[in-house]
């Protein structure tokens, strides 16, 4: 009896380690009130998994974006006509300095999905 109980309480408190471990830090909110916004993506089998449907922006900021996709593709920025290659298994990495103010879609064009929209308010 005594063995299954230390068996029991030392389950628990691996696996309730291992869960803490295991759980991902959440991102940064969309717009976290700064100069700066940062958002996180993951793209599995041409569909966006995690990150925010819409970003909000102020003009003049910085938009950083980190995209983990399982495929190569390309991102484009619309309005700003900029693209970035993404490689399938790795993480990348975009800066983007916020010059214009509107509404952007930022599509992935192999999967030909928009990944999130872009809103970039005046100043």
Same mark, same amino acid.
């Given at each position: ?61 910085? $938009?950083?974006?980190?995209? #983990?996709?399982?495929?190569?593709? =390309? *991102? %484009? ?5 900029? &693209? ?11 800066? $983007?300095?916020?010059?214009? #103010?509107?509404?952007?879609?930022? =599509? *992935? %064009? ?5 990944? &999130? ?7």
């Amino acid at each position: 009896m005594r063995r299954s109980v230390i068996f029991l309480a030392v389950n628990v408190v691996v696996l309730g380690a291992l869960a803490w471990w295991l759980v991902p830090e959440p991102a940064d909110p969309p717009d976290i009130g700064a100069d700066t916004v940062r958002a996180v993506f993951e793209v599995r089998d041409g569909r966006r998994v995690t990150g925010p449907p819409v970003l909000s922006a102020r003009q003049g900021g910085v $938009l950083e974006i980190q995209i #983990a996709s399982d495929r190569d593709d =390309e *991102l %484009h920025m619309h309005g700003y006509d900029r &693209t970035w290659p993404l490689r399938g298994g790795e993480i990348s990495r975009l800066t $983007l300095v916020l010059d214009q #103010a509107g509404r952007f879609s930022v =599509e *992935l %064009h192999h999967a030909d999905i928009e990944l &999130t929209a872009l809103e970039v308010r005046p100043q």
